[in-house]
């Protein structure tokens, strides 16, 4: 534990800031895998809406930093074609 005020206080807020980029982390990977789950349902209204929630929370971990844009842009690229197999 710290003894310095501001490096208790950087703890704290380390802290704080992690717990919700675990949070922010699992919600995107909860939108991932509905998506993954109605392709393999063969539902494709399901599919399209979920994909379109995945693609929201992809680009929104991009502006908060916690993925890199190329790796949103693979991401939604291969959800897509996924989505896209179920229609033909």
Not at 22 to 30: G, H, P
Not at 45 to 59: H, I, P, R, S, V
Request: glycine content about 2%; proline content about 1%; charged content about 30%.
């Amino acid at each position: 534990m710290p003894n310095i005020k501001s490096q208790i206080k950087r703890t704290r807020t380390n802290e704080k800031r992690r717990t919700q980029r675990v949070a922010q982390k699992s919600a995107l990977r909860t939108a991932l895998k509905s998506v993954e789950v109605a392709v393999s349902a063969n539902d494709l209204t399901a599919a399209q809406e979920a994909y379109k929630f995945a693609a929201k929370k992809l680009d929104k971990a991009v502006t908060k930093g916690l993925i890199h844009k190329n790796e949103a842009a693979r991401r939604k690229s291969r959800l897509a074609q996924k989505v896209n197999g179920v229609t033909a």
